[in-house]
T-cell receptor
Framework: GDSVTQMEGPVTLSEEAFLTINCTYT??????LFWYVQYPGEGLQLLLK?????DKGSNKGFEATYRKETTSFHLEKGSVQVSDSAVYFC????????FGTGTRLKVLA | DSGVTQTPKHLITATGQRVTLRCSPR?????VYWYQQSLDQGLQFLIQ???????AKGNILERFSAQQFPDLHSELNLSSLELGDSALYFC?????????????FGNGTRLTVT
């Protein structure tokens, strides 16, 4: 069945470091892919999305490219800030939206 | 602000009791989803409604039920509560519910069963 696999956390980085959070998926067809972010005490917020192969979603310095050949949608940011500390979820856009287990990111000043 | 409203924010109740969680979707969204988030199991899909009709079911226990009303708000009913039902329950909405449009989440209801 459809599934999403995210890298285990937590990920701890220093401010201004480069971030990669890996996400791979298994799906029939070509679903949309999403990254969500969850700050403490809040619901999930859409960070970016891509709807077809080779699409690049971007927002707030974060980017992810829909790679059909490697079934991946890795999240990247060139220079993280303390305010980026949160839990990040990769999601597959099927009728029930399948989420990865989440990756906690902690950025140290 | 996502535009999705969930009430109450916190709920503390005893085992064996029944509770109702309420969700108002974002204006214009026809589809409502319910998810359960616990520490050890991530975000689990429970059920989806589209324009008043149940569209998909996930890992929802028989003790749980939901419905979407004509004004599109939704309620999740949890009965015969057990300690293991303690979790964050999220409602989310989307325009059409096929998976192509983003989900918009409420801030959740934190349920504590004692």
């Amino acid at each position: 069945g459809d599934s999403v696999t995210q890298m285990e956390g937590p990920v701890t980085l220093s401010e201004e470091a480069f971030l990669t959070i890996n996400c791979t998926y298994t799906a029939t067809g070509y679903p949309s892919l999403f990254w969500y972010v969850q700050y403490p005490g809040e619901g999930l917020q859409l960070l970016l999305k891509a709807t077809k192969a080779d699409d690049k979603g971007s927002n707030k310095g974060f980017e992810a490219t829909y790679r059909k050949e490697t079934t991946s949608f890795h999240l990247e940011k060139g220079s993280v800030q303390v305010s980026d500390s949160a839990v990040y979820f990769c999601a597959l856009g099927t009728y029930k939206y399948i989420f990865g287990t989440g990756t906690r990111l902690k950025v140290l000043a | 602000d996502s535009g999705v409203t969930q009430t109450p924010k916190h709920l503390i109740t005893a085992t064996g009791q029944r509770v109702t969680l309420r969700c108002s979707p974002r204006s214009g969204d026809l589809s409502v989803y319910w998810y359960q988030q616990s520490l050890d199991q991530g975000l689990q899909f429970l059920i989806q409604y589209y324009n008043g009709e149940e569209r998909a079911k996930g890992n929802i226990l028989e003790r749980f039920s939901a419905q979407q009303f004509p004004d599109l708000h939704s309620e999740l009913n949890l009965s015969s509560l057990e300690l293991g039902d303690s979790a964050l329950y999220f409602c989310a909405s989307s325009v059409e519910g096929s998976g192509n449009s983003p989900l918009h989440f409420g801030n959740g209801t934190r349920l504590t069963v004692t």
